[in-house]
């Protein structure tokens, strides 16, 4: 009996030992993942700016994400029951207004169906401080005007 108790024992120590030293291996793992994302940060930054919506029959929510490598992205969810997305590019009905400069987005999600979300990406070469995004021609708005400033 005695000896099978020294059995657990040692096969509870190397047990607690694996454990240990397994938690310790992740947790210098978990410090380089955040050194890395410390590195990654430096390269691009979240954006504070607040979602806005413009709604009518056809709702849109823009929300400023990040701004990396000289490009702002912005998340676009565009929702409506009576017309069809499809027909809407959004290549030529967004406007990013910034500094004096007017630009369409060098990438934008071709809409379908009755919902859709995606980024707007506009090459802006710096994080701005204050923009304005227009949209224009999507029903029954004529232009849609959204602004943040910080």
Same mark, same amino acid.
């Given at each position: 009996? /005695?000896?099978?108790?020294? !059995?657990?024992?040692?096969?509870? *120590?190397?047990? *607690? &030992?694996?454990? +240990?030293?397994?938690?310790?291996?992740? &947790?210098?793992?978990?410090?380089?993942?955040?050194?890395?994302?410390?590195?990654?940060? =430096?390269?691009? $930054?979240?954006?504070?700016?607040?979602?806005?919506?413009?709604?009518?029959?056809?709702?849109?929510?823009?929300? @400023?994400?990040?701004? /990396? =490598?000289?490009?702002?992205? +912005?998340?676009?969810? *565009?929702?409506?029951?009576?017309?069809?997305? &499809?027909?809407?590019?959004?290549?030529?009905? +967004?406007?990013?207004?910034?500094?004096?400069?007017?630009?369409? @987005?060098? $990438?934008? @999600?071709?809409?379908?169906?009755?919902?859709?979300?995606?980024?707007?990406?506009?090459?802006?070469?710096?994080?701005?401080?204050?923009?304005?995004?227009? *949209?224009?021609?999507? @029903?029954? !708005?004529? /232009?849609?005007?959204? /602004?943040?400033?910080?």
């Amino acid at each position: 009996m /005695e000896k099978e108790n020294n !059995v657990r024992l040692g096969i509870l *120590i190397i047990a *607690i &030992t694996g454990i +240990v030293l397994l938690a310790s291996g992740c &947790t210098n793992n978990n410090s380089t993942l955040i050194d890395k994302s410390k590195n990654i940060e =430096n390269k691009h $930054s979240r954006l504070n700016f607040e979602a806005q919506s413009s709604e009518s029959i056809v709702t849109i929510d823009l929300t @400023p994400k990040e701004f /990396e =490598n000289g490009k702002l992205y +912005v998340d676009i969810g *565009i929702n409506t029951h009576s017309e069809d997305l &499809t027909q809407f590019d959004l290549t030529q009905l +967004v406007k990013l207004k910034y500094n004096g400069n007017s630009i369409f @987005p060098e $990438s934008a @999600p071709k809409l379908s169906g009755h919902h859709d979300s995606g980024t707007l990406i506009f090459d802006v070469g710096k994080e701005l401080k204050s923009f304005k995004i227009i *949209i224009n021609n999507i @029903p029954d !708005v004529q /232009e849609r005007i959204f /602004e943040w400033n910080s």
